[in-house]
């Protein structure tokens, strides 16, 4: 398995570009089983989890072509004929969002069977809201021996769904197959995040009728068809956000291109409280931190346009260093601490009590042996390893490649000292 060792101190000074969002992505990889015309997906991230996608999408019947076209990496999705409606565990369990490929198959074919994505590092997760929004759809579920057998021959309904707590994967599903149902569907209490939009403005081209995006009602008008489209998906926020957390560690002055600061507003904010420079421009935002400590800010975790969750460990690994304590809240994930210890191997004061954690920041932290254990747990550590005195071995990175395209070049140009190990292939435990 590869590791990646950074030896800690450098300054970051330069130019990185963001790529297209992986969780976007993936959506609109699986929206493309909705039509038997060519998606064209541009701006795409070339990460693993999209590959594991393409692989599955394969094996029901798409063929996925991936090139560099004249507006960057693009891939172009067609299943002419969705020759098996059947996503097996092998290749749902190594992604959960592979989930998603219900909804799309159910609304074009009627019927569908999909392993459940089963338990994750990060919490339960479960898929109870997913189902329940397919069965107001007119579906009828069944569950056996880990499958979720889905029906509606006479095709998918237009239905009230009405989510008890805000879950982006069930909204975007209950979009998935809403878009091919008869009649108008309503989601109530629907997740605001960025690319739900994204998805939304996608099926819009493909012919879809979605109204209300960025709000938490969407409105759908079920159509009998969709067809191709080209579609630039929006850039990475979580990317965005975590090279400017990384700027700020290590000090000195980045300019994140390619991207958009009003999709991490919640972020800049704290770093300005804490004490980071931040410049918004066009296409990104500068970060700028000189020497001097920063100040400890408290944050939670919440739906879009709150602080995102998916960026929380990063923060943390700022927080490591500030002047004070700082109070950090998850509210989305029930077991999402799993960096404090990893943290702590580094020289880090972090308490975890329940969904709160508290951060007393020390001078320094020091290189050390760690562990990544999951997709966004894994670049705090890279991000704390670029402040740490000596060097930081940050073991199991499969996790990073899930979600980081590039990062060692990325950071590597802006002057971090940063190497990738390349394993012998043999498990570490
Ligand atoms: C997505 C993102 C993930 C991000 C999260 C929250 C993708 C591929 N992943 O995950 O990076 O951290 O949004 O912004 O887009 N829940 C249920 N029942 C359900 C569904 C969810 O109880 O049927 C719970 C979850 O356990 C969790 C909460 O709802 O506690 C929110 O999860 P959700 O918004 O669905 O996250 P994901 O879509 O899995």
Redesign the pocket.
């Given at each position: 398995m590869d590791r990646i060792a950074i030896t800690g101190g450098m300054r970051l000074e330069g130019v990185i570009p963001i790529g297209g969002a992986?969780?976007s992505a993936?959506?609109l990889m699986a929206a493309s089983l909705l039509t038997d015309e060519a998606l064209r997906l541009t701006n795409m991230p070339r990460l693993a989890d999209t590959r594991f996608l393409g692989r599955l999408l394969r094996r029901l019947g798409a063929e996925v072509t991936e090139s560099d076209g004249p507006d960057g990496p693009e891939t172009v999705l067609r299943t002419a004929e969705i020759l098996s409606a059947i996503a097996p565990y092998d290749l749902v369990r190594q992604m959960?969002?592979s989930f998603n490929v219900l909804g799309p198959l159910l609304a074009r074919t009627g019927q569908a069977k999909v392993s459940l994505p089963g338990g994750c590092t990060?919490?339960?997760?479960?898929?109870?809201?997913?189902?329940r929004a397919l069965e107001a759809l007119g579906a009828r579920i069944d569950l056996h021996e880990g499958y979720v057998y889905a029906q509606a021959p006479r095709g998918l309904k237009g239905g009230e769904i009405e989510f008890p707590?805000?879950?982006?994967?069930?909204t975007?599903h209950a979009l998935l197959a809403a878009v091919l149902a008869d009649g108008e569907t309503i989601i109530t209490n629907a997740?605001c995040?960025p690319?739900i939009g994204d998805l939304a403005d996608c099926l819009n081209k493909m012919g879809a009728q979605v109204s209300g995006m960025g709000t938490s009602t969407l409105r759908i008008k079920g159509v009998s068809r969709l067809g191709g489209a080209t579609h630039a998906v929006i850039p990475d926020r979580?990317e965005t956000g975590t090279y400017a957390l990384a700027a700020a560690m290590a000090g000195g002055e980045v300019r994140l291109t390619n991207t958009r600061s009003d999709l991490i507003e919640a972020l800049l904010d704290k770093m300005v409280e804490a004490g980071v420079e931040v410049a918004r421009h066009d296409d990104g935002v500068t970060v700028k931190r000189n020497s001097g400590r920063l100040r400890a800010v408290e944050v939670e975790t919440d739906?879009?346009p709150g602080f995102?969750?998916?960026l929380q460990a990063q923060f943390m690994a700022l927080m490591t260093v500030a002047d004070g304590e700082s109070v950090i809240r998850e509210t989305?994930?029930?077991n999402r601490f799993m960096h404090a210890p990893e943290l702590g191997r580094l020289g880090a004061d972090i308490s975890v009590s329940g969904g709160e954690a508290r951060v007393r920041g020390v001078e320094a932290l020091e290189g050390a042996q760690v562990m990544a254990t999951d997709l966004r747990a894994s670049v705090s550590l890279v991000i704390a390893g670029l402040a740490a005195r000596g060097e930081t071995m940050v073991n199991r990175v499969y996790h990073l490649d899930r979600g980081f395209e590039r990062l060692e070049e990325k950071l590597g140009a802006c002057g971090a000292v940063i190497r990738r190990i390349v394993g012998d292939g043999e498990m570490e435990d």
């Open positions: 992986k969780n993936i959506k959960r969002a990060i919490g339960a997760r479960p898929v109870d809201l997913h189902l707590f805000v879950s982006v994967g069930a975007e997740a995040e690319e979580i739906p879009y995102a969750t998916d989305i994930f029930e």
